[in-house]
């Protein structure tokens, strides 16, 4: 709202304020009483296969259909090098398995020797071709004739004048075998996706090939590992938990579709894939192991989701005798992730390539029941949890009544009350602005509250300026209610910005084959969570909220409009170690605005402080892949900060400020 809308005063209900008028907003930090604690775990990710997030995505594989199964008549990503050429071809065969996991490879048949035979993988919109750059691959294949059979593997540009890397294979065997080459670029070479990657069969004969690999570095060198660049962002978040392995895609369009965590595991040779709810099949690179892995690069904590019997075409399970397998994959599942050398399934984990158990403190069962209207999932969450507890007592347990904006379904569980309940909101950047004091009220004496997958919604392929202002007002509430938001997490985290791959708009990272970039909404995350504190600083406005936090919403809509309350939103916490205090501060509104701040119950204040601040110059601003860092916080060091201090915080602005105490 501008200044001067209503004459009058300004008032702040629990961190969110109204302006009424030009008067300076006062806000006193009450320091002399400790406050709720910050949950460690505040802030955290939430990702599936959606919009290319792993395969083309996170997931380091450059090939795409590296297995042959993304299409059942055709070789999906794969094409002849001169397609009119009748001297050669390519297709599908079904007659050659490798095992129960590579049933479906390609042929190529070379009636005589021609230098140009030979078949290309486009990748995943292009190979990202870099200077001195090591690429690793292999691929399974076998050879028909007498001899040896030389053949060659390369990157090259699209229209094949220019090979930046290549590499000699003689396949020398008639039976199924595992070949590994090495591709290096020159250090001259300009960064490209125009690229193929290529397997040249000049010589006459029968060839077969699956499971066709390439990689380039991983994060932390890890073989069949993550991407460098989108890995790094991800740190600079500073996460606290992954919740695997996402939403939908836990679940599936129909039971054969679930995240099939089995199946997941082991050798690349022995993982199928299966078709993912979002249009595309998943290649399952990126397995319960890489999962918990990518936990401890990160030094995450993983939150484990288990299939919980219902699906997305609302098929499902009664409790009782036939849901009990999937009880059991589930206690196999936590097995894997936490049992020791002793145990079955750590004895897997471990010829897997993990010895060390990993820690796991949170179970969630099953994924947005609340959709779930045959009221069953009551029954289905009671025998999880029963199981569950029963031979892992010290494990908490989240349930997904929630579902999507879906208020109230927590208590509708009547056998067994959940340690935690999982809520969604997807919501406009005013719906989040308006309800930022959504848990000011919550039941403490309830189950607590993990917000797992929330964003405000404006903004294509990534978030906007004005969808990142709504998120700041939205983590305020959160945080200065942390005692029962315990966890939460952005969502869709990613999304690969080519033409085609995107399923659902506004995700927080963007990327292509070559580059990745963060939203506003991203650098909104990077802020609250690197400056978070432990303990909650009790704030209050210029008039005392406790007298306006019992008006009902038609009592605050007299006179203003939805667009135009709240306009400005904050929260206080501190680290108790350190007396560093962080000052959250979120102007929504077009004008400055000049808050004079009073620190209650502090000994001393230092003179000098820091500044970080996210602003634009328009709401509808944004970052985009070519021009990622429009919009970016700025951090600067300040002066004159005192005991009572005045601070003017711009206008369209997310503000952090770090002040230090004794």
């Not at 079904?94 to 042929?107: D, F, G, M, P, S």
């Not at 070379?110 to 919109?125: H, L, M, P, Q, S």
């Not at 993982?271 to 990518?294: C, F, Q, V």
């Not at 406790?546 to 409009?561: H, I, M, V, Y």
Request: with cysteine; proline share 5%.
């Amino acid at each position: 709202m501008k200044k001067g809308f209503l004459i009058g005063t300004m008032i702040a209900i629990a961190g969110s304020t109204f302006c009424y008028g030009q008067k300076t907003m006062q806000i006193t930090l009450n320091l002399n009483k400790s406050g709720v604690k910050v949950s460690p775990t505040l802030y955290g990710l939430m990702t599936e296969e959606i919009n290319h997030s792993y395969d083309g995505g996170l997931y380091g594989e450059l090939i795409q259909n590296r297995i042959f199964k993304d299409n059942e008549k055709l070789p999906s990503a794969w094409s002849k090098l001169e397609e009119n050429n009748d001297n050669y071809s390519i297709g599908l065969n079904h007659q050659n398995a490798i095992n129960k996991a590579l049933t479906v490879c390609l042929k190529v048949n070379v009636r005589k020797e021609d230098k140009n035979a030979g078949f290309y993988n486009t990748g995943f919109w292009g190979i990202p071709v870099k200077p001195s750059t090591t690429y690793k691959g292999s691929f399974f294949a076998k050879a028909s004739g007498t001899g040896s059979s030389p053949i060659k593997v390369s990157i090259e540009s699209n229209d094949g004048k220019t090979i930046y890397a290549s590499a000699a294979i003689t396949l020398n065997s008639k039976d199924w075998k595992q070949y590994t080459y090495t591709l290096q670029t020159d250090d001259n070479i300009k960064e490209t996706a125009d690229t193929r990657f290529v397997i040249h069969t000049p010589q006459a004969g029968d060839y077969y090939f699956n499971l066709v690999s390439l990689f380039p570095p991983t994060y932390h060198h890890t073989p069949n590992g993550n991407r460098i660049d989108i890995m790094e962002m991800l740190k600079a978040m500073n996460p606290s938990f992954l919740r695997l392995p996402g939403g939908n895609y836990l679940e599936g369009d129909k039971f054969s579709d679930r995240f099939n965590w089995e199946k997941t595991i082991g050798d690349l040779s022995q993982r199928p894939g299966h078709m993912a709810p979002w249009t595309y099949r998943s290649s399952d690179g990126m397995g319960l192991l890489e999962y918990l892995e990518w936990c401890e690069d990160l030094n995450m904590e993983p939150v484990l989701a288990v299939f919980a019997g219902y699906t997305l075409n609302r098929d499902y399970l009664e409790a009782g005798p036939f849901l009990q397998p999937f009880v059991n994959s589930a206690l196999d599942e936590i097995e894997y992730v936490t049992g020791s050398l002793n145990t079955k399934w750590g004895k897997i984990r471990a010829k897997d390539g993990h010895p060390k158990p990993f820690k796991l403190k949170y179970v969630e069962i099953g994924n947005e029941d609340g959709f779930d209207r045959s009221g069953s999932y009551d029954g289905r969450y009671a025998q999880f949890y029963k199981a569950i507890k029963t031979k892992y007592p010290q494990l908490e347990i989240i349930a997904t009544i929630g579902g999507k904006d879906n208020l109230g379904m927590r208590e509708k569980l009547t056998l067994q009350r959940p340690d935690v309940v999982d809520e969604h909101y997807y919501r406009t950047a005013s719906e989040m602005e308006s309800d930022a004091n959504h848990y000011d009220d919550y039941n403490r004496n309830g189950p607590k509250v993990f917000v797992g997958e929330w964003a405000t919604r404006e903004g294509s392929p990534t978030p906007n300026f004005n969808a990142a202002l709504g998120d700041a007002a939205w983590m305020t509430g959160m945080e200065r209610n942390s005692d029962i938001v315990v966890m939460s997490s952005y969502a869709p985290l990613f999304v690969n910005v080519n033409p085609g791959a995107m399923q659902w708009r506004s995700d927080l990272i963007g990327y292509n084959t070559l580059r990745s970039y963060g939203s506003p909404s991203y650098y909104a995350q990077v802020m609250f969570s690197n400056n978070k504190g432990d303990e909650v600083i009790k704030t209050i406005g210029e008039n005392d909220p406790t007298q306006l936090q019992k008006l009902s919403k038609k009592e605050l809509d007299r006179g203003l409009t939805a667009k135009e309350i709240p306009a400005v939103f904050y929260d206080a916490t501190k680290d108790s170690k350190t007396g560093t205090i962080y000052l959250k501060f979120v102007n929504t509104q077009s004008t400055p605005e000049d808050v004079k701040i009073n620190l209650n119950g502090v000994k001393k204040v230092e003179p000098k402080g820091t500044l970080i601040v996210l602003k634009a110059a328009n709401k509808d601003d944004t970052n985009s892949i070519d021009n990622p860092t429009k919009i970016v916080p700025v951090k600067e060091s300040i002066e004159g900060i005192s005991k009572v201090f005045t601070r003017t915080f711009p206008a369209n602005s997310i503000s952090v400020l770090q002040i230090e105490t004794k």
